[in-house]
Nanobody, 116 residues
Framework: QVQLVESGGGLVQPGGSLRLSCVASESIFRIYTMAWYRQAPGKQRELVAT????????NYVDSVKGRFTISRDNAKNTLYLRMSNLKPEDTAVYYC?????????WGRGTQVTVPS
């Protein structure tokens, strides 16, 4: 399986911004729809946003619409999530993967903490 490494998380005050990155170890990344997920303590993993291989179509869960932007740079095998106007309920470990979850190995994720 192709490895994924997420980074860019941290502690940010409400209303702040972060940009997460996810780097794939192989260029096969370029042909797959990719997604960002998050998992808050005691909750199931949640799909946050998706982007198709050509970056022409994106989708978001309602709770992040207008605040988060998913993008990708296929030349760098990298997926991004720009997060703004962060809220305490955005606190979670954020992961990337393709929605089928078959080709790519789940990474360790990156922690985002927004204190209340």
């Amino acid at each position: 399986q192709v490895q994924l490494v997420e980074s860019g998380g941290g502690l940010v005050q409400p209303g702040g911004s972060l940009r997460l990155s996810c780097v794939a170890s192989e260029s096969i990344f370029r042909i797959y729809t990719m997604a960002w997920y998050r998992q808050a303590p005691g909750k199931q993993r949640e799909l946050v946003a998706t982007i198709n291989s050509g970056a022409s179509a994106t989708n978001y869960v309602d709770s992040v619409k207008g605040r988060f932007t998913i993008s990708r740079d296929n030349a760098k095998n990298t997926l991004y999530l720009r997060m703004s106007n962060l809220k305490p309920e955005d606190t979670a470990v954020y992961y990337c993967n393709d929605p089928a979850g078959v080709v790519f190995q789940w990474g360790r994720g990156t922690q985002v903490t927004v204190p209340s």
